[in-house]
């Protein structure tokens, strides 16, 4: 534990976010996401939800200000009716914390896998709320 | 051993089993397969068959609800005259266990090899049936 | 995931309480113990209380049946006024999942500390409750 | 597979097996040992219980002919009224494939667990049987 | 060692034997080839030549049923004036051994060496005649 | 680099201080100490003073609350002339920092190194003051 | 520490630089680059900027003699306002050192990317200007 | 193969010999010894007897002149029958080519297991007669 | 040391140079080449010239009887004026040694880069000269 | 290779060098010292002889200035009649370079070996004369 630190983070995704650059991206996977299969650097985070996650990261770093679109979220399968309420709550942690509108990409369920695969980390979640996948794309830090 | 768990299922087994996610492949191979040449990750269950396997697997994790055909067998090479009783074994284990009327695809067998080769384990028993080799495509399990 | 596995518990910890045997410990560590120095295995929780961990595990493993006191707490230092009403949870949920009244050895600081070193695995929880360290003794699973 | 060796046996078993030398010990450990905590070298065979292991083994390898007891059992805890009929089981296969009528040394319980500690290999098997874990030592094989 | 087992035949390559499959391939290296450089797995034969290890491998197990040429021999370099009696040599152990008449492929030196590199294990053995090497493809067993 | 992280601490530094718990240690050794001699995890700062890692690091966690000198010293070697001004610097950033007035214990050469051997981690700095080494005692954090 | 060598140069850099031969490149990383996802060997100077570290790496090796341009800058993104009087920084250590008044090959960001996951090292600086990427390549040292 | 290098010694052995210095021990172990069990380091010669393997290395190094028994043999076991003629082999070898007309120290059998675990290296030979083991403690080569 | 092997032959390249067969290649790399960068094994021999190391290794193995040019030489880049005597010493200690008169091949600065990737190993010298990098082109050992 | 650093030392041992500390020890061994099975860290000079390491080494750091002798040379057995004139090239290179007149401490054979095994590292180069071995305490560098 450290002071100023979410517990929900663990010393291996502090040090996954802290060692990220400028574009690096990570993918937090809801609890079905096949993350072992997929991950370069596979970091568990059992039993935690998505929304929890996004909160404390975002305060650790800003989001990529030189694209249109630093978050990329899972496409609904066509012909699924899944609904996708997260995906709100996402938008609203996000426009709290990093000033975004409308950060987000959608990306079709294969192309997904492919971008996950790229991706410096994925973070393997326990959120149970389907298509609850994100990928967020880091920004650059002004010198202090 | 753990309350619940067949005493079939080493403790390797279930972790890759916990592992999967949505649309990743297991592979259990007969013993005459070349497992440990086509494996990711390769998981010894020597002297067992593959019916129990699969009994005890199905009780863990669900088919994959977004494919038709979430099973694959080896197709039976042209001109071989060997029969394929242990499929209907296999088919009746998951009629019962995951209500699938008609869950199987035939696959040639360089093809299966190279899809193998792609799963994210491979589960070498020691199956004595021929053409007994089976893929199972793990699905979405709802949260709780 | 798996079904009827809480997802609280990790595929790594899943593994490790299954090859536990008879007599093997395993420490549940709260937010501040030394966990990382001390573990021969050390398995991270971080952001979970021990309550509920607790709760999951004793579903999946009995308690030491050939000791009196299979489960054993960090004694609070003379002098210390520190309460810890979170032993009175532990009771409770032991009482009602293993059937044990008192199961409870209080164990030295430093004893404790050797005690864990010795421990087949240490998970590293986020409790924020102090003195909130447990020790599980695992019991005879018999033959299903 | 091999032709001529039990389909019991997994490649890992077969190279310690060969890999041993005269009075190098192997033990059998059932489903309630504490394998994983105390092995040199773990080799798993769950689901399969000792007898067929032990008969698959000693056509391999000779026991020690140099001392009188060269196989060790697990002594039952004073007081604690569990038979052990499977003592039988394996004082009948020894006798038939090995031709020793009395071959058992009886070790107690913590010190069963610290020859463990020094043996080649332990062998987790799923044996439901309760204290029905077996020590070999090996003995010399003449020259062909 | 072990009762049944060639002294001639390593624990690793016992294990190597046993853990191909159907249709997996070994190749038994003379003292000249490129074994280190092509290997995926190395097993070190020195000082033995390939006669008497193919001698005791096929007692180990058929080759490949499924195949007309389930062997293969490197092609003497086209304007190379060296003899081959070795291959009459393997041809006689073959017969006698796998009831095989005419069983060898001939294959170029640098296709052979492609070849090579896929194979389960290159065993570098110490043989002193040239082109004495060798590809043995491995075939199903029946249940017992 | 992370928002609110001081530039000057790496991120595996920054897992270290995390990972420690209650009681464990850390050493921050000047550029004359010989650290990867003693270290049990090596941390390297090449080019930092200690009071500036001193001041980073106390804003991550407190100082042991359950001992009288949580901070150690290595003691000028009787006869050695040379002065500790910089202990001076250490006095008033933990003054500032953790509100300590008195926080040193003095350890004799050697006994500094055995105490330096058993740390969590070492970090070799390249400060060029002498007798210039550090060991703090992490405290609790109380839950957020 | 080494007598010569400045105390900015962790040993890890140090091997590294003299690992290198001619037209090896070494990548010094501002703060922001993705460095940890594009090294093929990562070298950590957190807390450090490029202009001393190019001075004292500039000590140690000369840069290459058969190209026109041997250090690469990353271009500015077209349309970003961002100065760059870091490069004039850089422009006067070079000339000062080695002697070269226009070294410099402008890489545009996406190209610098690729070239950086060749080079032989990536250094991890703290460096907080933007756009202080910088990329050297090694030249022939005569023999002494 | 190297010229000059008796095709029996493997690189590895060749390695380990090479890297032997004055006083370091080598094992030749007969094929019934707990080679795998006691060896620091673990070389393979399956398929081998000892006299060769004798003959071969002391072509390579001299036996110790610091002390006046270089080589030590297993002491048969008391009231163990077993003639030992090998020893009579070895002291021809050993005469021969070291010049040594009584070399041998006998060691009690449990004492040269704790001996062997000392050594440099342990050769596991196929040697088929019982009590053929053999230590060589390496001499000083003299400048060439 | 052994006796016969030359004292600038380390252990593990006396290993390698005994592992390569009949075609591997092996590369002795001046001070300046980027060998670290290239090699595949990479085996120091600071402070050693190219010509007593090819001395040294042309007494261990033939070269190769199967190519006309057994040895490649780093062209001179057009426009260089760099003079290569060390040539002529390569080619006296060949022909002294293998009896080949005109044995090398002249290979482009890239393309010899390329060449040297895919070599068994390569030796980085301390070779002070120019273009003084060499592949030998390892030949077939009789059976002795 | 680097400006100004003897071609001598490899990129390891130079590292080496910068890793150690203040009273941290390495052994520059003799060709026939038993470096390999008692080096921490073995580092290879093969093919050098001391003096030329001795004299480069000393380039880079000072010796210990807190003991009497930090050279420790290993005494002459008692009886043996060889006489170690590289004694005294040591002492004049140590007299030249540190500028000490009397630094050399003898230590018996066998408590060499122990100090030895405690060292930092072990040099083993292709020293031949007799007792030439070395071992140097690395002194205090002082702030540049």
Known sequence: ML?????????????????????????????NFPAASHAQRLIRADGHGVPELLEAVLKLFPLDQYVDKPVALMQVTPGDPTETPIWGVYGDII?????????????????FYERAKKAYAIVATGE????????????????G
């Open 3 to 31: 002071k100023g630190v979410s517990p929900l983070i663990s010393p291996e995704l502090l040090k996954a976010l802290m060692e990220m650059g400028h574009s690096d991206e990570i993918v937090f996977a809801d609890g």
């Open 95 to 111: 426009h709290k914390q990093a000033g975004l509108a409308s950060p987000f990409e959608e990306v079709e369920r294969f192309a």
């Open 128 to 143: 149970g709320a389907l298509y609850a996948n994100l990928i967020l794309k880091k920004g650059v830090i002004p010198a």
